[in-house]
């Protein structure tokens, strides 16, 4: 099925442990974006990519990094992971920059605990 | 910056009625677009409806419509023979065609009652 794969779905992780959350997207979108959500709240931009190759800080940056791997990947790295990090994450794609009119196709989500 | 307001944490509606959901923002930008997404408990973010801020005519999907005032920076959203399958959580977002991002309300959660 067309769309953006997250991986892992869950994830528990010991504070200071770091991983990497996988988004992929097979609809030749141009742009890719994280967002993370926590209760009660929106969802907060992390980072996002206009096109492959470029990259840049949304709302909430701090304690993450990113990668754009190629045209249909884009990773969400936390190198020391801390309890305030605890959210769902989505990642998101949509087809162009400056036509993103179109809306935003999500994956299903990672659901992370640091404990 | 763009800040998306959605006034109203929770609603209910019976099944078969008619609700509104409120979505108010403020930006200083003249062309843009607007989405409300529903989110039911499966977690899944799906696309209800999009506005384009230079169309005057309201947006409708089926049984969803909009209510577009561009001077007044309100969009609501408006759902018809509401159904079971509408409870989730609906949020209102704004995507700004200059940093070609979007930024969210922080939700309506709508529980449609039998």
């Known amino acids: 099925n067309a769309g953006v794969t997250q991986t892992p779905k869950f994830q528990v992780l010991k504070t200071g442990q770091s991983m990497t959350l996988q988004c992929a997207q097979d609809?030749?979108?141009?742009?890719m974006y994280w967002y993370r959500q926590d209760p009660g709240m929106g969802l907060r931009l992390i980072y996002y990519?206009?096109?492959?190759?470029?990259?840049d800080k949304g709302e909430v940056p701090n304690g993450y990094n990113v990668s754009r791997l190629n045209k249909r990947e884009f990773s969400l790295r936390l190198e020391s992971a801390a309890p305030s990090q605890t959210s769902v994450y989505f990642c998101?794609?949509?087809?162009?920059?400056?036509?993103?009119?179109?809306?935003?196709?999500f994956g299903s989500g990672t659901r992370l605990t640091v404990v | 910056a763009q800040t998306v307001t959605q006034s109203q944490p929770e609603m209910s509606v019976q099944e078969a009625e008619t609700v509104t959901l409120s979505c108010t923002y403020d930006?200083?930008?003249?062309?843009?677009?607007l989405f409300w997404y529903k989110q039911p408990p499966s977690r899944q973010m799906i696309l209800v409806i999009r506005?384009?801020?230079?169309?005057?005519q309201n947006a409708t999907e089926n049984r969803f419509s909009v209510n577009f005032q561009k001077a007044a920076k309100s969009f609501s959203l408006k759902i018809s023979d509401s159904q079971l399958g509408d409870t989730a959580m609906y949020f209102c977002?704004?995507?700004?065609?200059?940093?070609?991002?979007?930024?969210f309300g922080d939700g309506t959660t709508l529980t449609v009652k039998p």
């Open positions: 998101a794609s949509s087809e162009l920059v400056r036509t993103g009119g179109y809306g935003y196709t």
């Open positions: 930006t200083s930008e003249s062309n843009y677009y």
């Open positions: 609809m030749n979108h141009n742009s």
């Open positions: 506005q384009e801020a230079y169309k005057q």
């Open positions: 990519s206009a096109s492959e190759g470029t990259t």
């Open positions: 977002a704004f995507f700004s065609t200059n940093a070609g991002k979007s930024t």
